[in-house]
């Protein structure tokens, strides 16, 4: 699994994400990646084959819930059982695993603000022809110091000293 393989994966689903109007930031090893310390997003073997994860946090509204399954729906996702859950704006996660790769969808972040708050934060990057929003730095370093795994410390550290070369 390479860097471009990532990026491949990242733009494909933001691109359906895209076009359903679906709310997002995208979070995690992607964004970490964005900011500038490059490591593989929460990688995990699979039948011996390396599968990049890919972590997005939803506006969590029922209206966004619903694009979010039409968008899964286009990415050959089965979305039966998801019609049939009772939404719920804080408890709603979901882990959807694709043939290549795996997505997190998280309805709340620990350590942040409202979601509006800080999707008005984000970054607008393009990809090829493709926008993407990324959490802002601020929030992704807020987050990760709550979360304060041994992973994320590593990337604050990392992150931090790439701010202060430039």
Not at 73 to 95: G, M, N, Y
Not at 126 to 142: E, M, P, R, T
Not at 152 to 162: G, R, T
């Given at each position: 699994m390479t860097d471009r393989d990532v990026r491949h994966f990242l733009t494909k689903v933001c691109l359906v994400l895209n076009k359903h109007e679906v709310d997002y930031l995208v979070i995690?090893?992607?964004?970490?990646?964005?900011?500038?310390h490059s490591r593989m997003s929460g990688i995990e073997k699979s039948d011996s084959k390396m599968k990049a994860d890919l972590d997005f946090w939803y506006r969590p509204?029922?209206?966004?819930?619903?694009?979010?399954?039409?968008?899964?729906?286009e990415l050959d996702v089965d979305t039966s059982d998801l019609?049939?859950?009772?939404?719920?704006?804080?408890?709603?996660?979901?882990?959807?695993?694709?043939?290549?790769?795996?997505?997190?969808?998280?309805?709340?972040m620990e350590g942040l603000g409202t979601y509006r708050e800080c999707r008005s934060r984000a970054e607008r990057v393009k990809i090829g022809d493709v926008v993407i929003n990324v959490i802002s730095y601020d929030d992704l370093i807020a987050n990760k110091r709550s979360i304060n795994r041994k992973m994320d410390q590593k990337d604050i550290d990392s992150l931090e000293s790439i701010r202060k070369k430039k």
């Amino acid at each position: 699994m390479t860097d471009r393989d990532v990026r491949h994966f990242l733009t494909k689903v933001c691109l359906v994400l895209n076009k359903h109007e679906v709310d997002y930031l995208v979070i995690g090893g992607a964004a970490v990646n964005y900011y500038g310390h490059s490591r593989m997003s929460g990688i995990e073997k699979s039948d011996s084959k390396m599968k990049a994860d890919l972590d997005f946090w939803y506006r969590p509204t029922i209206g966004n819930f619903s694009k979010l399954i039409k968008a899964l729906s286009e990415l050959d996702v089965d979305t039966s059982d998801l019609k049939e859950i009772i939404f719920d704006p804080k408890r709603t996660f979901l882990k959807i695993p694709h043939s290549e790769f795996q997505t997190d969808f998280l309805p709340v972040m620990e350590g942040l603000g409202t979601y509006r708050e800080c999707r008005s934060r984000a970054e607008r990057v393009k990809i090829g022809d493709v926008v993407i929003n990324v959490i802002s730095y601020d929030d992704l370093i807020a987050n990760k110091r709550s979360i304060n795994r041994k992973m994320d410390q590593k990337d604050i550290d990392s992150l931090e000293s790439i701010r202060k070369k430039k």
